[in-house]
C-alpha cells in the first residue's frame, strides 16, 4: 500500500463499482446513504470471508455450533438487552455548517491528535539516537511526552465519567474547553448535547401503536442468548461452549462514511461463548490471541493490526477491546471481543421469567453462566481485504495493470480459460476444460480482446489463475496456467488441473495456521 492513503480508499471505492464489487445501493435513484449493494464478485468474496470465518468458529471447535436466528425479535428483548434505554450516542451539531456529529468521537479525535504528537517526538528520538533510542524508556521519562499524555489521561477519565454518567452537559462542556472546532468548517458554534436512540423501529402486523412496535436487531448477539438453552438442552453442550451467528445487523448511525465501514444495514460474524464464571478473564485472553491469528492468517499484514483496550466499558462489560486494523483513514476498529459477564442472560431470566443456567455436574449445582464475545464487522472485514488487495504495478514493458491480490482461497473466481485464438478447435477445448472445472471452481471462460487484455480484466477483478489454451493444447493435452500475482507461467496436463486448483485454493491453508 504505498499509495497515499485517503486516495488509495477512492481508488477502491472506484474499483468496487467498476468491476462489480460493490455498488451504491438503489442507484438509480441516486442512492441510499450508508446502504451499499454487493455485486456478483463482492457477493462472492462476501461469502468466502464468511465461510472461512464459520469454518473457524464451527469446525475447527467441536465446542461451538451455529444458529441462524430471526432478525424480528420479541420487543422486550431489546428492553432486557438495555438497548432500548442505552443504545444512545451523544449526538451535537454545529450550528454553522449544520454538520452533525457524536460528541465522543469529537473529543476521541482530538485525543488521538495528542497521541500523534508523541508518536511525532518518538519518531524524531529515535533518528536522533540512533540504536541506542529505547522507546519505553523515552516515553517514560522525556518531558514533552509526560504533558501530552497527563492531557490524553485527564480528557480520558472526564470523557468516561461523563459517558457513564450520562452527562451530556459535561460533555459540551468538554468539547468547548478543549476548544475542539467543527473538523469541516472550523466553527466552535455547537449545540447541546442530546441523546439519539440507534435502533430502527417499525411495526408488525397492520396496527400502527406502541403496542406493536418492534426493531430491526442492532446486533445478532441477542438471537443467541435468547437460544441459549434450546442450543445447550438439543445439542447436549456442556459448558464451556460457544454458539455462533452470521446476519444483518441495523443501525440509525449519526455519522455513516467511508464507504462500507460505517453503513446503517451491515452484516455480524459473532460468537458468544459460555464459559463458568470466575474463568471469563482467562477465556478472554484466550479469545483475544485466537481473534488476532485469525486475522493475520489472512495474510493482510501483521503491521497492520493492533489490539485497543475500551476505556469506557459498554454497560455489559467488564473487559473489552477492538482488533483495529490500518485501513487507509487510519487504525480503525474492525472487531469487537467482550467479557459481557452474566449480564445479558440474567436480564433475560428477569424479563422472561424463564431459568437460563447450566446444571454443572462437577460442581452439582446451576448457574448462570459468563459470556465472552466475538463480534466482527463482514463489511469491514470486506473493505480490509480490498485495501490491502488493490495494487497499482507497472509492468518490465512499461505498462500499468491494476490486480487484486486476493488470496486465492478467498478470491471471487478461482480460474480463468482463455483460448489463445478463435479458431483451431481452440475455443471448443476451452469450453470442455472449463465444463470440467465447473464442478469444483468458479471459473469464466473468455474469448473476446487479444489475451493481454483479457489477463488484465482478471488481474482487475483478482482472479488467481489465468488458463491459457493454445495449439500445443491440441497436441499434448497441457495449458500454461499463470499465475496472477508472480506472472508466471506454467505446464499443466489438463487432467491434473482439478488437483493443482484445489491445492492452490484450498482454505485449509489458511485454517492449518489457527
Ligand atoms: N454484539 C456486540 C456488538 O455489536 P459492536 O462493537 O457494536 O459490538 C461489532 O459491533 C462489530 O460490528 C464492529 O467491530 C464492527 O466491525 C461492526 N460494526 C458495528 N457497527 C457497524 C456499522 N455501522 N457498519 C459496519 N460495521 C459495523
Redesign the pocket.
Known amino acids: 500500500m504505498s499509495q497515499p492513503e485517503d486516495n488509495l480508499l477512492k481508488k477502491v471505492i472506484a474499483h468496487c463499482k467498476e468491476y462489480g464489487y460493490v455498488f451504491p445501493s438503489s442507484e438509480i435513484y441516486d442512492g441510499l446513504s450508508?446502504t451499499y449493494d454487493y455485486g456478483q464478485y463482492g457477493v462472492e468474496l462476501k461469502n468466502h470471508l464468511k465461510h472461512y470465518w464459520w469454518e473457524s468458529m464451527v469446525r475447527m471447535n467441536e465446542n461451538i455450533v451455529g444458529i441462524d436466528a430471526a432478525i424480528f425479535m420479541h420487543p422486550t428483548t431489546w428492553k432486557a438487552s438495555g438497548h432500548v434505554d442505552a443504545f444512545n450516542d451523544p449526538l451535537i451539531d454545529n450550528k454553522d455548517s449544520k454538520k452533525r456529529y457524536r460528541a465522543d468521537q469529537l473529543i476521541e479525535e482530538y485525543v488521538a491528535k495528542i497521541e500523534n504528537k508523541i508518536n511525532k517526538e518518538e519518531t524524531k528520538a529515535a533518528k536522533r539516537f540512533g540504536d541506542a533510542f529505547d522507546a519505553e524508556q523515552f516515553r517514560a521519562t522525556n518531558p514533552r511526552v509526560l504533558k501530552y499524555q497527563e492531557q490524553i489521561d485527564t480528557i480520558n477519565q472526564r470523557l468516561k465519567e461523563a459517558i457513564e454518567q450520562g452527562d451530556l452537559e459535561g460533555l459540551k462542556a468538554l468539547i468547548e474547553e478543549l476548544g475542539i472546532a467543527d473538523p469541516v468548517s472550523g466553527s466552535r458554534n455547537w449545540t447541546d448535547v442530546r441523546q439519539f436512540n440507534l435502533m430502527f423501529a417499525t411495526e408488525l402486523g397492520s396496527l400502527a401503536g406502541d403496542s406493536n412496535k418492534i426493531f430491526l436487531r442492532?446486533?445478532?448477539?441477542?438471537g443467541i442468548f435468547v437460544n441459549f438453552l434450546n442450543v445447550q438442552k438439543t445439542g447436549r453442550m456442556r459448558i464451556p461452549f460457544g454458539i455462533a451467528q452470521i446476519g444483518k445487523?441495523f443501525?440509525n448511525?449519526i455519522i455513516?462514511r467511508q464507504f462500507?465501514?460505517?453503513?446503517?444495514e451491515?452484516?455480524?460474524m459473532?460468537m458468544q461463548f459460555f464459559v463458568k464464571p470466575g474463568e471469563e478473564l482467562d477465556w478472554y485472553q484466550a479469545w483475544k490471541e485466537k481473534r488476532m491469528k485469525w486475522h493475520r492468517a489472512l495474510g493482510l499484514g501483521g503491521e497492520n493490526y493492533r489490539f485497543h483496550d475500551h476505556l469506557n466499558l459498554?454497560h455489559y462489560a467488564n473487559a473489552a477491546c477492538?482488533?483495529e486494523y490500518k485501513f487507509p483513514m487510519g487504525f480503525k476498529?474492525?472487531?469487537?471481543i467482550?467479557s459481557r459477564t452474566d449480564f445479558d442472560l440474567k436480564a433475560h431470566e428477569q424479563y422472561s421469567g424463564k431459568k437460563l443456567q447450566f446444571f454443572d455436574p462437577a460442581e452439582d449445582k446451576s448457574y448462570v453462566p459468563y459470556v465472552i464475545?466475538t463480534?466482527?464487522?463482514?463489511?469491514?472485514?470486506f473493505l480490509a481485504m480490498l485495501c490491502h488487495a488493490y495494487t497499482e504495478e507497472t509492468l518490465d514493458d512499461g505498462s500499468q495493470r491494476v490486480v487484486l491480490k486476493i488470496p486465492a482461497p478467498l478470491a471471487p473466481v478461482k480460474a480463468a480459460i482463455l483460448p489463445l485464438v478463435n479458431k483451431d478447435g481452440l475455443p471448443e477445448k476451452a469450453q470442455e476444460v472449463f465444463d470440467q472445472l465447473k464442478y469444483h471452481f468458479l471459473c469464466q471462460i473468455d474469448f473476446k480482446d487479444a489475451i493481454g487484455r483479457r489477463y488484465r480484466r482478471q488481474d482487475a477483478i483478482g482472479t488467481p489463475f489465468g488458463i491459457t489454451i493454445d495449439h500445443q493444447t491440441m497436441e499434448d493435452d497441457t495449458v500454461t496456467l499463470r499465475d496472477r500475482d508472480s506472472m508466471k507461467q506454467e505446464r499443466v496436463p489438463v487432467h491434473s488441473l482439478v488437483e493443482t486448483l484445489r491445492e492452490k485454493c484450498a482454505l485449509q491453508s489458511l485454517l492449518q495456521q489457527l
Do not use: K, W, Y
Not at 442492532?218 to 441477542?222: F, K, L, S
Not at 462500507?260 to 446503517?264: A, E, K, S, V
Not at 476498529?333 to 469487537?336: D, I, K
Open positions: 450508508a442492532p446486533e445478532t448477539a441477542q445487523a443501525r448511525e455513516a462500507i465501514f460505517r453503513m446503517r451491515f452484516e455480524q459473532e459498554a477492538d482488533i476498529e474492525l472487531e469487537g467482550h464475545e463480534s466482527i464487522g463482514l463489511d469491514r472485514l
